[in-house]
């Protein structure tokens, strides 16, 4: 299993998020992404780890590998509730673009 990271100040850790595509294979579709404490993020029936960091200004990235082997890397700007992003695996990868808004934490 790979080693998590979150920065202490990350607005990200302890949050309900909800991801709302506008553009890439989910386009027009919502997910809710609850990210524990404890370095772990949970959508649907899943629960992996994740890591999150400061990319500057009011911008955070978090990214996980899911147990169906693809990886989601996405930019989250606090300031303008929008995301970009990549959802990626071993054969391909999918440029990725939305909305979001913290719904708890």
Known sequence: ????????????????????????????????????????????????????????????LFSYLSLSGYTLTVALNFDDRTLVGFASSDKDWHPLRGRFEVAGG
């Open 1 to 60: 299993m790979a080693t998590t990271r979150t920065e202490p100040a990350d607005p990200i850790r302890g949050s309900t998020i909800r991801l709302t595509w506008t553009e890439g294979p989910t386009m027009g579709k919502t997910h809710e992404h609850v990210f524990h404490p404890d370095g772990t993020v949970e959508w649907g029936k899943e629960r992996v780890p994740y890591a999150a960091m400061k990319a500057g200004g009011d911008v955070h």
